[in-house]
């Protein structure tokens, strides 16, 4: 039930993204919404489904760029694997920690994006930027939709496994 | 206690464990994925179709309202503003063209006066400019109505020029206006004289920038488009002012004299300025000859032919 209100939620962001663009946000200045509710994810359910509900949410991500399936995917279960493992030294309701978090996870995410779609070819400087870009606005966004998010899902918290709301865990 | 802590370790790295693991898998899946997607890209393409197909009504909804939006902005909103900008522009605009106007009818009154001083300095004459301020109103009568009155030393009796010819007589002053009889009025007379023949005249008005040229014999021979210009013998306009051209000349062995219609010189219609010289002949009447109805004058001043 969980991953299925995951991918509503990740549709959402997804035409929220959409929407930006569409109203003339340059792309280096489009957050990653989606890739937010990933990191959301890695914190809030480490578990098998986690993992799939980030992959699932990565294959959303490639079809709606409908070239390639499979980049994205693998971008966002690295970046949820990642995350995964730091997850217990990271305080992730902190608005700081959050857009640091996001903005690396953006550069992750889009280099290895980069990597798979290109075929091994090297991060070329508009690349590059955009993706600079991308972090930072991802990073500015991230302390609200993760905040968002944790509020959405706050009464089902005590089925996660409590990586959330753990201070002492900096 | 030291068991329950181990215990919960082991819980916690069998998720970690179990979770990495299953992000490897999902990570080769991926690799997997992009490969088979990269040999057959119509996979990645009829899940884009099916993605567009969800987000595509909630994008149109979305355009509709930023175009309508933007509409709204650009047609109405920001119109607000140049719709007054418009407006003052505008107003401007008629400013300046009144102004333009205003500038064009002064270039063209100072081109008229300019004329006129000339005219009087080529002729030696002295005069007061007056400007045309109105016609007779009955319509029985050829007659204008001037500004200047025997103030500025207009007498009956004075003769009316511009700078194309001769405009008429003045029959009536008053301080500040006065009258004047065109020369194209049926009760006008000027002693006349045409140019190339030396054949002496008569110009009378016979309506509306039409004359005649009385009294010439047959034996006279006037071809059209001779100039007519004044004899100055009736001592009322100077010598040699042009009075108009021959139009026609038809001999007529049954009458004594032939007829000849004149053109006046000056486009009575047009006219604005006229230049009012003192004749040698300045009269005191108070009721001059072709108009007794109208007001009389006053004294004549000493306007005079220069020296």
């Not at chain 1, 640091?100 to 889009?110: N, P």
């Not at chain 2, 693991?21 to 040999?39: E, I, M, V």
């Not at chain 2, 200047?148 to 007498?155: E, F, Q, W």
């Not at chain 2, 405009?167 to 009536?172: E, L, R, S, Y």
Request: hydrophobic letters at 45%; proline letters at 4%.
């Amino acid at each position: 039930m969980k991953i299925a209100i995951l991918i509503l939620i990740g549709l959402a962001a997804l035409m929220a993204q959409g929407v930006l663009v569409q109203l003339g946000l340059p792309a280096y200045a489009t957050p990653q919404l989606l890739l937010l509710v990933v990191v959301y994810l890695s914190f809030s359910d480490i578990s098998v489904r986690g993992s799939l509900a980030a992959f699932l949410l990565g294959v959303m991500m490639d079809l709606s760029t409908a070239i390639l399936v499979g980049p994205w995917a693998g971008a966002f279960i690295v970046v949820y694997g990642g995350l995964v493992l730091l997850s217990q030294r990271l305080f992730i309701e902190s608005g700081i920690v959050a857009g640091f978090v996001s903005f690396f996870a953006t550069i992750v995410s889009g280099a290895f994006y980069t990597l798979l779609s290109q075929q091994g070819d090297i991060l070329v400087w508009s690349h590059t930027a955009q993706l600079f870009g991308q972090a930072c606005a991802t990073a500015i966004v991230a302390p609200c939709v993760i905040s968002s998010l944790s509020h959405r899902f706050k009464r089902r918290s005590s089925s996660l496994p409590g990586r959330m709301s753990q201070p002492s865990a900096i | 206690m030291v068991n329950s802590y181990l215990s919960g370790i082991s819980e916690r790295f069998s998720v970690l464990g179990r979770v990495t693991l299953s992000s490897f898998c999902l990570l080769c899946a991926a690799f997997f994925l992009t490969a088979y997607s990269s040999r057959h890209p119509e996979v990645a393409r009829s899940g884009g179709v099916l993605v567009s197909e969800v987000v595509a009504p909630i994008h149109s909804a979305i355009e509709i309202a930023r175009s309508g939006g933007q509409n709204l902005w650009f047609r109405y909103l920001y119109l607000v503003g140049a719709a007054t900008e418009n407006g003052s522009l505008r107003e401007q605009l008629q400013r300046t063209e009144g102004a333009l106007a205003a500038i064009s009818e002064v270039r063209q009154e100072n081109n008229r006066l300019r004329a006129i001083l000339q005219f009087s300095s080529n002729t030696s004459l002295e005069g007061v400019v007056a400007a045309v301020i109105g016609e007779e109103p009955s319509g029985w009568v050829r007659g204008i109505l001037i500004n200047r009155g025997t103030s500025s030393g207009v007498m009956v009796g004075m003769a009316a020029v511009h700078a194309r010819g001769v405009v008429g007589q003045v029959i009536a002053a008053g301080p500040n206006s006065a009258r004047i009889l065109l020369i194209d009025d049926h009760s006008s007379g000027v002693d006349a004289i045409v140019q190339e023949s030396r054949v002496r005249a008569i110009v009378a008005g016979t309506g509306p920038s039409s004359c005649e040229l009385k009294y010439v014999t047959n034996e006279s021979a006037i071809r059209p488009g001779e100039i007519v210009v004044t004899s100055g013998m009736d001592r009322i306009y100077p010598k040699g002012l042009i009075l108009g051209t021959v139009i026609s000349a038809h001999q007529n062995n049954a009458l004594l004299f032939q007829t000849v219609q004149l053109k006046p010189a000056v486009d009575f219609a047009k006219l604005e300025e006229v230049l009012i010289i003192a004749s040698d002949h300045v009269t005191d009447t108070q009721s001059p000859p072709p108009l007794p109805k109208l007001a009389s004058s006053g004294k004549a001043s000493p306007v005079r032919r220069r020296s």
